[in-house]
């Protein structure tokens, strides 16, 4: 049986550090999708490593024109590996504490002061191939929802919680001319570059999360953003990534013990078989 990690927004959300959990006790993984366009970067044991090869965006999912030329969700996995789709049991989706995005597309909660630069910051949403900094914005479950929409996602990968301190949540978006929510990710790009995010604050929690191991070892208010994204988007998230290194891992759902004898673990190490309900980040 196969496992199929899928990276969930607009790109660079971090796959390679739950791949690399999750490889440790499987016979083989392979890459669906992708081209040699960026450089991405883990850490393992303290010892940071790069390279450049990675997947594109999908043309059939995206806010068009940004797209490129793959299609980087669940089906494309099954035509580019030749799967049998009946042999999987395990849909991980891998989502970003907060939302970012490089190049052309619009991001719904992007942000443009002191508190983008500190996402930037604390999150290294910097291009390792260009330096280029990504833009920053609040989560946007919007965006995670249409996802799990497009893919039966069995469970979700959190990941960089440690950023996090005071902030909103993205729960749903609003047509300012209509002044009604907009149920779903929109699928008219002059709708999308026009609504208005509706929020949703939760109390900060102040406390440091970073290499934390333990759920119940994580402050109350950062379980209750995690259990919010749960009950919004319906799907229980079972990986919470605490910090770059590969360790500060948060195992809820399975150990990685559960993955011996996997035949295969489809994924994408510093590639990214997303979804995209938005464009590439990278065209230019």
């Not at 910097?126 to 965006?143: E, H, I, K, Q, Y």
């Not at 259990?227 to 399975?254: A, Q």
Request: glycine share 8%; net charge positive; hydrophobic share 35%.
């Amino acid at each position: 049986m196969a496992t199929i990690v899928l990276g969930i927004a607009f790109g660079n959300e971090g796959n390679s550090k739950l791949v690399g959990i999750l490889s440790n006790d499987v016979k083989l993984w392979a890459r669906a999708q992708g081209g040699h366009n960026a450089r991405h970067t883990a850490v393992a044991n303290g010892v940071s490593s790069s390279n450049t090869l990675r997947s594109c965006s999908t043309f059939d999912f995206g806010t068009y024109a940004s797209v490129s030329s793959s299609n980087t969700g669940l089906g494309g996995i099954f035509t580019a590996l030749a799967l049998d789709p009946r042999k999987f049991d395990h849909i991980i989706g891998v989502i970003e504490a907060c939302s970012t995005r490089v190049g052309l597309g619009h991001l719904p909660t992007q942000l443009f002061d002191a508190d983008s630069k500190k996402l930037q910051k604390l999150g290294h949403e910097v291009r390792v191939s260009t330096g280029r900094p990504r833009r920053c914005g609040w989560p946007d479950l919007m965006v995670i929802k249409h996802s799990r929409a497009i893919n039966p996602y069995t469970s979700l990968n959190l990941i960089k919680l440690e950023i996090l301190d005071t902030f909103p949540f993205i729960i749903a978006y609003k047509n300012p001319r209509t002044d009604e929510d907009v149920p779903s990710f929109p699928a008219d790009q002059k709708l999308l570059e026009s609504v208005e995010v509706v929020c949703k604050e939760l109390e900060c929690w102040n406390t440091p999360t970073t290499s934390v191991t333990s759920y119940y070892g994580a402050p109350l208010n950062a379980r209750k953003y995690i259990e919010l994204i749960k009950e919004f988007v319906g799907v229980k998230i079972g990986w919470i990534g605490t910090s770059p290194e590969r360790e500060d891992m948060i195992i809820r759902m399975v150990t990685t013990s559960s993955f011996a004898n996997r035949e295969l673990v489809n994924h994408a190490v510093h590639m990214h078989i997303t979804p995209r309900p938005c464009g590439h980040r990278d065209v230019r």
